[in-house]
């Protein structure tokens, strides 16, 4: 028996079994590109969602934040017009600590507060175990040369300060402190009762609220009912 590939030549049966394998290979080849592209993009945009999420996150908190007297805002008038009797009234009231605290914020001064009510708390320290701890960190945050929030102290001052750090007592820092102290008794405290947030509040408004504006009256169909055309102008 003849073969039949030998009879019928144009019958070539592996070549019909390979095309079709061929073009199967090269669309798989082809589609597998697509398929893992699509879950990239995918995660792509769930990248982009978060990212402005986070940012409207941040944008929010930082709105939230504005140098003004934002816990002070429930005082009563009266109550900020004690803190307009004197410096240590200002001072001995929480309110308005917070309130003189954050308006050194606004004018970037805010380590003179910060070191008077360290030189506070490190008074109230009951052994002499707790003072040399608290000292060092005093005088290495407000009074050493290049501190990371050095108040301005006349030299005098900050000489007899550096040479009592190695044997600290609880007067230690009352000379630096009541220099700080007059100076913002005499420079910033000043400046914090002529400002916006202060005087509304002596006013008895929210300082953080903007005040409305009141809204110009529009005509209406209504203002015109019952009104009768006069021709005669015509």
Not at 184 to 197: H, I
């Amino acid at each position: 028996m003849e073969n039949p590939l030998l009879l019928f030549p144009q019958l070539n049966i592996s070549a019909s079994k390979e095309k079709p394998y061929y073009k199967v290979m090269k669309s798989t080849i082809k589609e597998e590109p697509h398929k893992a592209s699509k879950p990239g993009a995918k995660q792509k945009r769930n990248r982009l969602s978060l990212l402005l999420q986070k940012s409207e996150f941040h944008e929010g908190d930082h709105l939230s934040k504005p140098g003004s007297l934002t816990k002070a805002a429930s005082v009563s008038p009266e109550e900020a017009v004690k803190w307009g009797e004197s410096f240590d009234k200002l001072l001995s009231e929480k309110a308005g600590l917070d309130a003189f605290t954050k308006f050194l914020k606004t004018e970037f001064s805010e380590e003179n507060i910060e070191f008077w009510m360290a030189c506070e708390d490190y008074k109230k320290s009951k052994t002499s175990h707790e003072l040399l701890p608290k000292a060092k960190t005093i005088y290495e945050t407000f009074i050493q040369k290049d501190a990371p929030k050095e108040v301005n102290l006349d030299f005098q001052t900050k000489e007899v300060t550096s040479q009592n750090i190695e044997q600290p007592i609880l007067t230690t820092f009352d000379a630096a402190q009541n220099t700080v102290y007059r100076l913002m008794e005499q420079d910033s405290y000043p400046r914090f009762l002529r400002s916006d947030p202060y005087l509304s509040l002596l006013k008895g408004r929210n300082p953080n609220r903007p005040a409305l504006r009141r809204r110009s009256r529009s005509f209406t169909v209504n203002d015109f009912k019952g009104v009768r055309p006069d021709f005669t102008v015509w």
